[in-house]
């Protein structure tokens, strides 16, 4: 192999040297599910670099070897159960020619066959979403792939019981319903599959993870915004005067400032739905802080941390999702505020224009909502332009607090 004598020595806008090492799936979560580690160096100098790189490096390269998934058994073990396993499926499908037939694909295998087939009409945060259930499950068997036949019902209800513990009912749902799809999936395609869906028939309370978000009353916003630094109080303040989703306003690049009708406006072009690509009308008490953030983007996004966060869904709101939740911990404690978080600053917005009698039909342009389906809703709708929304957009205000 040759030899790299700076390996894991990268320059990214500036003349100093990090350290930057791509983080295996099982380490993830510990890495707040980045795929890279990155820290810098602190230094020019690419011999002084390198001195900070191997320390960096050696900790980096125990922890991996620590937390690195072992398998069960000695070879020979393994071996013989592969062999047992392999003699048993046989004998199940006898009458089966096994010269020219397709075997079912593992776990792994069958998530890639679904992006494939999908990749054309799902979006890319839609999709990440079944990588993520397929990590998420056999990271915690200490596995990196299962066959189908290795599952079964008691291995997901242990899983299920033990995630519980960590993550709401609603996430966990979600996963089962991934890989649920890809053991159907299976099941449609090949001979081998599993009979029976072992990712089906888990009853979850997910009603208690579906209650509406809480909004914060004004000593409560006023407490959590005074602990926020300076980027995120920016974020959360464009989320109060335009209703963004937080990926949404993450997202945002210099790009996305739009004039349309002589008003000013972010541009949304795609997010969590159909109805979300939309263009919002940027509220007058944004206007020096939307000029100053354009005047000091970030490789032309809006704020440092959305520019340097790269997901596999392609989502770039993880820190700011952190940083909020933090503050607002320390501002108000864990205890009853459990439903109040940055997405209730969208639902204040949308409050606010609603005790202002903002119709519900220019509501539903301005935040992304589904609109009517009838004719003559459509029709209405369409009349809506920049300047009549950027007039309801300004009747938010909050009094005391900005």
């Not at 580690?37 to 320390?55: L, N, V, W």
């Not at 449609?188 to 209650?211: I, M, S």
């Not at 920049?386 to 009747?395: A, D, F, G, I, T």
Request: glycine residues 4%.
């Amino acid at each position: 192999m040759k030899y790299k004598p700076n390996a894991y020595l990268v320059k990214e806008n500036s003349s100093v040297y990090s350290v930057k090492v791509t983080i295996p799936p099982y380490m993830r979560s510990l890495f707040g599910n980045r795929t890279a580690f990155m820290r810098t160096t602190g230094t020019a100098d690419i011999r002084e670099a390198r001195i900070i790189r191997d320390k960096v490096m050696h900790e980096f390269f125990a922890l991996r070897d620590k937390l690195k998934p072992k398998p069960q058994g000695n070879c020979v073990d393994r071996v013989l159960v592969e062999l047992r396993s392999i003699n048993q499926h046989v004998s199940q499908n006898d009458g089966i020619n096994f010269a020219t037939a397709r075997v079912c694909p593992s776990l792994v295998q069958l998530r890639d066959e679904f992006i494939v087939q999908h990749s054309d009409r799902r979006k890319l945060s839609t999709l990440s979403k079944y990588i993520k259930a397929v990590e998420v499950f056999t990271a915690h068997f200490r596995r990196k792939d299962f066959q189908l036949q290795e599952i079964n019902r008691t291995m997901v209800t242990d899983w299920l019981d033990r995630a519980k513990q960590e993550k709401a009912s609603q996430t966990l749902a979600n996963y089962l319903g991934c890989l649920s799809q890809l053991v159907a999936l299976a099941q449609n395609r090949y001979h081998d599959a599993p009979k029976e869906n072992v990712f089906t028939g888990h009853k979850l309370d997910v009603r208690h993870d579906r209650e509406s978000y809480e909004p914060f009353t004004c000593d409560e916003l006023a407490k959590v915004l005074a602990l926020l630094d300076e980027e995120m109080k920016a974020v959360a303040t464009v989320a109060m005067f335009t209703g963004l989703r937080l990926n949404e306003i993450c997202s945002l690049q210099i790009s996305n400032i739009k004039t349309v009708e002589g008003v000013w406006c972010f541009e949304v072009t795609e997010g969590k739905t159909r109805n979300a690509a939309r263009l919002v009308p940027i509220h007058s008490r944004l206007t020096t802080l939307v000029k100053n953030l354009i005047q000091n983007n970030h490789n032309g996004f809006m704020f440092y941390h959305a520019s340097i966060t790269e997901r596999a869904d392609g989502k770039r709101s993880t820190w700011h999702t952190q940083r909020f939740t933090r503050a607002k911990r320390k501002a108000l404690g864990e205890k009853g505020t459990e439903r109040k978080v940055f997405h209730s600053l969208r639902g204040m917005f949308i409050s606010q224009l609603d005790r202002q009698g903002t119709p519900e039909d220019r509501v539903a342009l301005i935040v992304g909502h589904e609109r009517g389906t009838t004719e003559s809703f459509r029709t209405y709708s369409k009349g809506a332009g920049m300047k009549e929304l950027s007039e309801y957009v300004e009747l938010v205000s909050y009094e005391g607090i900005i």
